[in-house]
């Protein structure tokens, strides 16, 4: 398989049609079949398909899932004042792990959990998805090694955050990690707009320029201690406060150069019937 | 492709032949190679290798990769008096995860990162790996779901796990995950005898009966909020204490029924020579 190599503005997003996945690349409402994936290479099929009939599933499925947890000071002192205790500000990007599991494509269920206490929350992130392997490589060198970037909602249940010894439930129960609608290169991750909306209303807006550590700072650091891979993402962090997500509602977060990832919120009631 | 159904013992493997990776059937020193794998459905090809002279990989590649922490009371003792502090018993089975990015295969060197300040231990591990897809099930049902077990290293940075944030480095930089070297079924999780040895003496020594929640505990725990794959890992933790290894050890983990993984330690400066 050779690599046709893109302009710096290509948009690749992952579909299921007739029950065959293949990558693709979007030019405007037409999406170009290839035969490959963006990461090892591919050619074009020259099959066409419209867009707005394709299933899109997450645009890739991560080797390794990372994220930033903590990385907006006004998210950390949101999250101060709801629990009325101190949140040291991230001295160094470490960081941390979500569960591959939880992955959910765009316009698919965000599924309440029969258990939940109901205080489940939306998180608007910028995801980056790494494009070839990179082992010890310096914040100036590190954009290089990101195929480009996508969207992603931290979906995260706050009692469940607060009650267990870690984050399994509260961050990675089924359906928690919608991620989409698709990998958009050319992108400078310093400087996007993230927008969330819930049924439309505006509930959270802010600028990846206030990030702690920014993406080639979290690469650069992981790689000094661990290989990222074609496919990993890093999550990086939403900003400001958070409110809940109930079902019957629909969650969009859009980004400016990217698009906007929709997904409905249902309960697991309704899931199972 | 339609699956084979083994007999209750079977040791599933996984090996590079030649650059083609395969999954095998150990049968004593000889291993029959089969087309597929054990999760999905499999046929033997026909093919006999000696197992001697077989390049081994992780018995399976995770989609998600689980582990327990904290699940011996005498390890998280032996860890309060190190730190001289409260490390309170888990209450329920709250997982956590590790990275995928860490598994290396039997016979494959630890790399102690250049940066590491040198205390790096061992943690000998019971590791239970997913068959079939599990949501909702019992504990009585849960091993149902288990094609069997293996052995892991947890291997560990203490000085990176108090200092950091989170546990990425400190649990999860690039071969601190060894596993393997089979998955073995027919076996009770309940009561194996782990063992780690040092350059051939015994470091470690416990049994599985003494973990806090056991293995059906977890895997019925998780599948009321996450949906278990075939191929998932759950490491259940380690007892007592443990130790320093440093390069030009050779770290052994045996389980009686299943066999022992070992791996040799060396430096990220011979690493990369």
């Known amino acids: ?40 290479g591919y050619t074009r099929t020259g099959v066409q398909r419209p867009l707005a009939e394709l299933q899109l599933l997450t645009p890739c499925v991560p080797p390794t899932f990372y994220c ?5 000071k ?4 949101w999250g101060e004042r709801r629990r009325n205790a101190r949140i040291p ?18 316009n698919s269920p965000i599924v309440i959990p029969a258990a939940s206490t109901g205080e ?4 608007g992130e910028l995801v980056a998805v790494i494009g070839r392997t990179a082992r010890h490589v310096s914040q100036a060198e590190a954009l290089d090694y990101v195929l480009g970037y996508t969207i992603g909602n931290d979906v995260s249940e706050r009692t469940w955050a607060r009650q267990d010894r870690t984050l399994w439930r509260a ?12 990998i958009q290169s050319g ?22 320029s206030a990030m702690i550590f920014n993406v080639a700072e979290y690469i650069s650091a992981i790689s000094e201690y661990i290989t990222l891979r074609p496919g990993d993402v890093i999550w990086t962090g939403t900003d400001g406060g958070t409110d809940r997500i109930a079902p019957g509602d629909v969650v969009e ?5 990217i698009g906007t990832l929709r997904n409905p919120v249902i309960s697991e009631a309704v899931a199972s019937q």
Chains 1, 2 share one sequence.
């Open 89 to 106: 500000i991230p001295e160094r990007p470490d960081i941390s792990y979500r569960a591959q599991s939880a992955l959910t494509p765009p």
């Open 68 to 72: 930033a947890g903590l990385n907006y």
């Open 253 to 257: 977060i859009s980004v400016p150069g």
């Open 120 to 123: 489940v929350h939306y998180e």
């Open 171 to 182: 961050k990675n129960s089924d359906t928690f990690k919608p991620m989409g609608p698709w």
């Open 187 to 208: 992108l400078d991750p310093t400087n996007l707009d993230v927008t969330v909306k819930v049924n439309g209303s505006v509930v959270s807006e802010f600028n990846t």
């Open 1 to 40: 398989m050779t690599t046709t190599k893109e302009g710096p503005h290509a948009r690749w997003c992952r579909y299921n049609h007739d029950g065959i996945v293949s990558f693709g690349l979007v030019d405007g409402a037409t999406v170009d079949e290839v035969d490959g994936d963006p990461f090892t």
């Open 74 to 77: 006004a998210h950390i002192e």
